[in-house]
């Protein structure tokens, strides 16, 4: 079974920075796209940022230039960097692998901005 598992979720006060990992299961000889994605109170699921095999990123309008994407293939791990974290962004994050026409997802990890 594929497996992702995120960590790094927490509570932290505006304006921190927190470090979200997610590491998949099965072999690392195939590089596939990765993404987070959140899903915050009473709000629907959303994409934060994606990155593909070849290193392409893209992030939602309302984390530009606060959020960073990045991945460590030798690893089978995707990294979402955090800074500069306001209310809003407080959600559970979820990362997910795209392999084809299949998607798989981890549990989530709750972030939490507050004062």
């Known amino acids: 079974q594929v497996q992702l598992v995120e960590s790094g979720g927490g509570l932290v006060q505006p304006g921190g920075s927190l470090r979200l990992s997610c590491a998949a299961s099965?072999?690392?000889?195939?590089?596939?796209?990765m993404g987070w994605y959140r899903q915050g109170p009473g709000k629907q699921r959303e994409l934060v940022a994606r990155?593909?095999?070849?290193?392409?990123?893209n992030y939602v309008d309302s984390v530009k230039g606060r959020f960073t994407i990045s991945r460590d293939n030798a690893k089978n791990t995707v990294y979402l960097q955090m800074n500069s974290l306001k209310p809003e962004d407080t959600a559970v994050y979820y990362c997910?692998?795209?392999?084809?026409?299949?998607?798989?997802w981890g549990q989530g990890t709750q972030v939490t901005v507050s004062s």
């Open positions: 990155i593909t095999s070849g290193g392409t990123t």
């Open positions: 099965g072999s690392i000889e195939i590089i596939y796209t």
């Open positions: 997910k692998q795209d392999r084809g026409p299949l998607s798989y």
